[in-house]
C-alpha cells in the first residue's frame, strides 16, 4: 500500500471514530428525553426530558384526578371525593415506563430515528388506582337512594276504588360500577348519569276485575252485606251483626270454609248457658245456624237465621246473620277464598 493510500484509510478510520463518538455523545446526551411520538395516558411528551413529562403527566392527568366523582338523576346528587375514593395516579411509573420505550433499540437506530424526524409511536396506558370497596360503597349509596319499588294497583274498601299501579324505579347497578371505574381513571368529566331501568307493576288496574271476580262487603253500620262480580254490585242484603261487646270482627277476610246444615260447635262462653263446649248437629232446632255457613275468622262466619226479627240489628255473637232464602241464594256464588271485607 502505498503512503497516499495509508494516510487516506487512517483520515478514514480517524472520521468513523470521530463520528461514532459524536453518535454515543449525542445519544448519551438525550439519554432522559422522550422520543417523539410518545404520549403518556393520552398526553404528548414527545422531546420532553423525564422531569418535564412528569410534570406534564401530574398537570394533565393526576391533578384532575381529585376532582369528585358526581353521579346524579335530576335534582339527586352523590359524590365521591378522591380521598374517600384513594385515587392515585403512579405519574413515576408511568414516564419511566415511556422512558424505556423511547431507549429500546440501540444506539445507530435511535440516531437514526432522531435525524430522520421519526417517531418512535409508543402510547403507555395510564396508571391509575382507586379502591373497590369505595366505588361498590357509592353504587350502593345511589340505588338506596333511587330505586323504589313498583306499587302493584288495589282496591281502597269499603267504597272498592281502584288505586292505580305505579311503575317502579331500579338503578342499573353493574353499569353505574363500570360508568364510575372508567370516570375514576380518567382526566375528562367526571359527571354520571344514572343508568336506571323500569320495573313494572304485577298487578294493573285492568287486573283488578279478573283478581277479585267475586266479593263481599259487610257494612255493619247499615246492617248490610253487598255481593259484587267483577267488582259491579250484584245485590244487597239485609243482614245481622254482632252486639256491643261481640263485635263482627273488622278487616279484610276470605271465606274459609263452606257448609250446608252446619254443625254448631259452641264457644265456652257465658252467654251459651248449658252448651257451652257441645257440638250441636245441622239442622236441628238447637242449632242457630240455619241451612248455609260460610266461616271467615276465628268462628266467625255469615250463616243462616230463622230469628229474622233481629235482621237490621247488632244481635248475634259476632257472626253475621242472614235470612235463609237469602243465604241459600248467596252460598252457591261464593267459592272458598272469596275475599270479605268486614267495613
Same mark, same amino acid.
Given at each position: 500500500? #502505498?503512503?497516499?493510500?495509508?494516510?487516506?484509510?487512517? $483520515?478514514?478510520? $480517524?472520521?468513523?471514530? *470521530?463520528?461514532?463518538?459524536?453518535?454515543?455523545?449525542?445519544?448519551?446526551?438525550?439519554?432522559?428525553?422522550?422520543?417523539?411520538?410518545?404520549?403518556?395516558?393520552?398526553?404528548?411528551?414527545?422531546?420532553?426530558?423525564?422531569?418535564?413529562?412528569?410534570?406534564?403527566?401530574?398537570?394533565?392527568?393526576?391533578?384532575? $384526578?381529585? @376532582?369528585?366523582?358526581?353521579?346524579?338523576? =335530576?335534582?339527586?346528587?352523590?359524590?365521591?371525593?378522591?380521598?374517600?375514593?384513594?385515587?392515585?395516579?403512579?405519574? =413515576?411509573?408511568?414516564?419511566?415506563?415511556?422512558? @424505556?420505550?423511547?431507549?429500546?433499540?440501540?444506539?445507530?437506530?435511535?440516531?437514526?430515528?432522531?435525524?430522520? =424526524?421519526?417517531?418512535?409511536?409508543?402510547?403507555?396506558?395510564?396508571?391509575?388506582?382507586?379502591?373497590?370497596?369505595?366505588?361498590?360503597?357509592?353504587?350502593?349509596?345511589?340505588?338506596?337512594?333511587?330505586?323504589?319499588? *313498583?306499587?302493584?294497583?288495589? $282496591?281502597?274498601?269499603?267504597?272498592?276504588?281502584?288505586?292505580?299501579?305505579?311503575?317502579?324505579?331500579?338503578?342499573?347497578?353493574?353499569?353505574?360500577?363500570?360508568?364510575?371505574?372508567?370516570?375514576?381513571?380518567?382526566?375528562?368529566?367526571?359527571?354520571?348519569?344514572?343508568?336506571?331501568?323500569?320495573?313494572?307493576?304485577?298487578?294493573?288496574?285492568?287486573?283488578?276485575?279478573?283478581?277479585?271476580?267475586?266479593?263481599?262487603?259487610?257494612?255493619?253500620?247499615?246492617? @248490610?252485606?253487598?255481593?259484587?262480580?267483577?267488582?259491579?254490585?250484584?245485590?244487597?242484603?239485609?243482614?245481622?251483626?254482632?252486639?256491643?261487646?261481640?263485635?263482627?270482627?273488622?278487616?279484610?277476610?276470605?271465606?274459609?270454609?263452606?257448609?250446608?246444615?252446619?254443625?254448631?260447635?259452641?264457644?265456652?262462653?257465658?252467654?251459651? #248457658?248449658?252448651?257451652?263446649?257441645?257440638?250441636?248437629?245441622?239442622?236441628?232446632?238447637?242449632?242457630?245456624?240455619?241451612?248455609?255457613?260460610?266461616?271467615?275468622?276465628?268462628?266467625?262466619?255469615?250463616?243462616?237465621?230463622?230469628?229474622?226479627?233481629?235482621?237490621?240489628?247488632?244481635?248475634?255473637?259476632?257472626?253475621?246473620?242472614?235470612?235463609?232464602?237469602?243465604?241459600?241464594?248467596?252460598?252457591?256464588?261464593?267459592?272458598?277464598?272469596?275475599?270479605?271485607?268486614?267495613?
Amino acid at each position: 500500500m #502505498g503512503q497516499k493510500s495509508f494516510i487516506f484509510v487512517v $483520515l478514514l478510520l $480517524l472520521a468513523l471514530i *470521530a463520528g461514532a463518538g459524536g453518535v454515543y455523545a449525542y445519544d448519551s446526551s438525550n439519554s432522559e428525553r422522550m422520543a417523539e411520538g410518545v404520549t403518556v395516558a393520552g398526553v404528548p411528551v414527545g422531546g420532553m426530558t423525564t422531569s418535564e413529562a412528569r410534570a406534564e403527566v401530574q398537570e394533565q392527568v393526576a391533578a384532575p $384526578l381529585n @376532582r369528585p366523582i358526581v353521579i346524579r338523576r =335530576g335534582e339527586q346528587r352523590f359524590t365521591l371525593s378522591a380521598q374517600d375514593a384513594d385515587v392515585s395516579a403512579d405519574v =413515576g411509573g408511568m414516564v419511566d415506563e415511556a422512558l @424505556r420505550a423511547s431507549r429500546e433499540g440501540n444506539v445507530a437506530t435511535r440516531a437514526w430515528r432522531d435525524a430522520t =424526524g421519526g417517531e418512535a409511536n409508543v402510547r403507555v396506558k395510564a396508571r391509575v388506582s382507586y379502591s373497590k370497596e369505595a366505588v361498590q360503597g357509592l353504587v350502593k349509596r345511589v340505588a338506596k337512594g333511587v330505586n323504589r319499588p *313498583a306499587r302493584d294497583a288495589t $282496591l281502597d274498601f269499603p267504597a272498592l276504588t281502584k288505586v292505580s299501579s305505579q311503575n317502579g324505579l331500579e338503578v342499573k347497578t353493574g353499569k353505574l360500577e363500570g360508568n364510575v371505574r372508567a370516570a375514576l381513571t380518567r382526566s375528562g368529566d367526571r359527571t354520571i348519569a344514572i343508568p336506571t331501568k323500569t320495573t313494572r307493576a304485577k298487578v294493573t288496574k285492568q287486573d283488578l276485575v279478573e283478581k277479585y271476580p267475586t266479593l263481599m262487603v259487610v257494612d255493619r253500620g247499615a246492617f @248490610r252485606l253487598r255481593f259484587y262480580k267483577n267488582l259491579k254490585l250484584q245485590k244487597e242484603y239485609t243482614i245481622a251483626v254482632g252486639q256491643v261487646g261481640l263485635e263482627t270482627p273488622a278487616g279484610l277476610y276470605s271465606v274459609q270454609n263452606k257448609a250446608v246444615d252446619p254443625a254448631w260447635s259452641v264457644p265456652n262462653s257465658d252467654w251459651a #248457658g248449658s252448651l257451652a263446649g257441645t257440638v250441636v248437629p245441622g239442622g236441628t232446632a238447637e242449632n242457630p245456624l240455619k241451612a248455609r255457613w260460610m266461616g271467615i275468622y276465628a268462628g266467625a262466619g255469615i250463616h243462616g237465621t230463622d230469628d229474622v226479627a233481629s235482621l237490621g240489628t247488632a244481635a248475634s255473637h259476632g257472626c253475621v246473620r242472614m235470612a235463609v232464602p237469602d243465604v241459600i241464594e248467596l252460598y252457591e256464588q261464593v267459592a272458598v277464598s272469596t275475599p270479605v271485607y268486614v267495613a
